[in-house]
């Protein structure tokens, strides 16, 4: 009798371990910066197959078309940035986010005239944004405000990230809000860089998304790719060289990979995450969001304490 419940106690407190029958083929779309480095090492290093989750990967445009794609019913979970999903969620598509994919401490903005340098530099200025309305956009904002400017006296123009720096070396823009790999090609052309003060150190930027329909159906499940993207976003955090090789494969960088400075790839949240781009929504881009943290963040996301 003793043996038999040895037995069950070491069956339930062994790791989970799939059959090949039991993988579960999931639908993700992605954007090709280093944001998702993670989340391709989830995919790549063996993270996401030991719970049993096969992601199968496609390239989009941005997070407010990853997010159309959901609405869809084209795919299962989105890697989209924060700003698209609190605007996603205030109208009224049931998006959580599982997981933060990227923070940003180097939110550097591109210009082509060295001298712009402040908020006020950039008024009557216009500045290229992967989504007007989106993350950049918001955050750049947010900045012009925090530095002395008028962010209203802004235009904003959108651009596929890829294609900024040529936009801000012919002039077609004064400066762009601008993800890596493309940041680092741009100093390699001559762009400089304007350095983000007076913004918190650390911003979140994007996190995986999924419909609360969808959580619910699959909460066994999702809960396992929690724990599978946490070990991936820390062996991320420890191997930046293995994260480069995976830039490879998922972005094109060719050589730029070796030297593309890498964002930091967070294992949980912290409860002020979604405050400052929730408060910078309201404040400069006429958002209503009354909702909170509980609302946007699943309930079984990793979270410090």
């Known amino acids: 009798m003793l043996g038999t419940v040895l037995a069950i ?30 989340l391709w090492i989830c995919m790549e290093k063996g993270f996401c197959d030991q719970a049993g989750i096969s ?19 084209s795919l299962d979970l989105g890697a989209a940035g924060i700003v ?19 923070a940003d401490s180097n939110n550097l ?10 908020g006020k530099d950039f008024e009557g200025k216009t500045v290229a944004v992967n989504e007007l309305r989106g993350v950049g956009q918001t955050w750049v904002m947010a900045w012009v405000a925090a530095n002395g ?3 209203s006296k802004i235009q904003f123009q959108e651009f596929p990230v890829p294609g900024m720096v040529a936009a801000l070396t012919q002039g077609r823009v004064d400066a762009a809000q601008i993800s890596e790999p493309f940041r680092s ?9 304007v350095e983000s003060q007076k913004l918190t150190d650390t911003i979140a930027v994007a996190g995986i998304v999924a419909t609360e329909k969808f959580l619910a159906e699959n909460e066994a499940l999702m809960r396992r790719f929690v724990d599978a993207f946490a070990k991936s976003q820390e062996y991320a955090t420890k191997n930046p060289d293995e994260v480069r090789k ?29 405050d400052f781009w929730k408060q910078s929504l309201n404040q400069y881009a006429g958002a209503n969001i009354t ?15």
């Open 9 to 38: 106690a070491s069956v339930l407190a062994a790791p989970y371990q799939p059959c090949a029958q039991e993988v579960r083929k999931l639908r993700i779309a992605t954007i090709p910066i280093v944001d998702y480095g993670g």
């Open 55 to 73: 992601l199968e990967n496609q390239t989009l445009g941005g997070g407010a078309a990853i997010i159309a794609a959901m609405r869809g019913g």
């Open 84 to 102: 698209p999903t609190l605007r996603a969620r205030a109208q009224g598509f049931d998006l959580k986010i599982l997981a933060l994919a990227s």
């Open 109 to 118: 903005l591109l210009v082509r005239d060295p001298a712009v340098k402040t």
């Open 149 to 151: 400017g008028d962010p």
């Open 185 to 193: 090609e741009g100093i390699k052309q001559g762009l400089k860089t």
């Open 246 to 274: 995976v830039l490879l494969k998922y972005t094109k960088l060719g050589d730029t990979a070796a030297t593309v400075a890498l964002v930091k790839y967070p294992t949980e949240f912290r409860r002020d995450d979604i």
């Open 291 to 305: 909702f909170g943290f509980d609302d946007i963040v699943w309930k079984h996301a990793r979270i410090a304490n």
